[in-house]
């Protein structure tokens, strides 16, 4: 399975850093056996959509509508329209700051694939539900919740973020991570039969250049999706490179 590695700007970048962007897409063209992917504001992709060939250009969130009263927003259809190839959808902080449920991830990821995007569905404990030793339901529950019952691994990958662990440098020990990735896969193949191996199952959670190699080599690690590390070329392709190695 060909790893992926999906860089995650959140509310970063202007006009200016579409340089970054194009440095990081010259980078990672040494590294073709990798899949890559920069999720940028959406005031970006239109000039950065086919510019850099060598990188898929995403959206960070959408809508389940096509179209409507929903000031603020972005559809799926406004994403695939301005050139993005995918789209995260269930990010924790949306989860957090926007209350958005299981039903609301499924139905936006329904609505990623209605476009033609693919969709990264995110999925992850809080500290406090890891120490209650919850972890593994919390995150099999978002999962049955979240993904649509036509989920496939052509368009839908499963990114594993333990909130705790994004943006603070901590991550959970090798053994946790390959225990929880061991959990989706078979939570996966117990709902879509062996079509859940095709699926990928990304690591979200301040990987970096640093450790990047030790955590794509943990089975069902499939790849890994960047914060922080993913806003420029210097930080964001060892990684790449670590998954070309993997």
């Not at 005031?43 to 510019?51: D, F, K």
């Not at 000031?71 to 301005?82: H, K, N, Q, V, Y």
């Not at 789209?87 to 700051?97: L, N, P, Q």
């Not at 030793?133 to 499963?158: K, M």
Request: with cysteine; charged share 15%; net charge negative.
């Amino acid at each position: 399975m060909r790893k992926l590695i999906a860089g995650n700007w959140k509310m970063n970048g202007l006009m200016a850093q579409l340089d970054d962007i194009a440095a990081i897409s010259a980078a990672v063209a040494a590294y073709p056996s990798v899949d890559t992917a920069l999720c940028i504001p959406a005031t970006l992709i239109r000039p950065a959509a086919g510019r850099f060939p060598e990188i898929a250009i995403g959206g960070q969130d959408c809508h389940m509508a096509v179209s409507g009263a929903h000031t603020g927003c972005i559809s799926a259809e406004m994403l695939a329209d301005a050139g993005a190839k995918l789209t995260i959808v269930g990010h924790s902080e949306r989860r957090a700051a926007q209350g958005e449920s299981d039903a609301d991830v499924r139905g936006k990821a329904l609505a990623a694939k209605a476009s033609g995007l693919s969709a990264i569905v995110c999925v992850g404990e809080t500290e406090a539900e890891r120490d209650a030793g919850h972890a593994e339901a919390i995150v099999l529950g978002q999962l049955a919740g979240s993904l649509p019952d036509d989920a496939a691994g052509d368009w839908l990958a499963v990114a594993y973020e333990p909130v705790w662990a994004i943006g603070t440098g901590r991550i959970p020990s090798i053994e946790d991570v390959a225990a929880m990735h061991a959990a989706i896969r078979s939570a996966l193949v117990a709902r879509f039969g062996d079509s859940g191996a095709a699926f990928r199952i990304l690591y979200g959670g301040s990987m970096n250049g640093e450790n990047a190699a030790s955590l794509l080599a943990i089975p069902n690690v499939d790849g890994g999706l960047i914060g922080g590390a993913s806003l420029n070329a210097e930080k964001f392709l060892p990684i790449v490179a670590a998954a070309a190695a993997a």
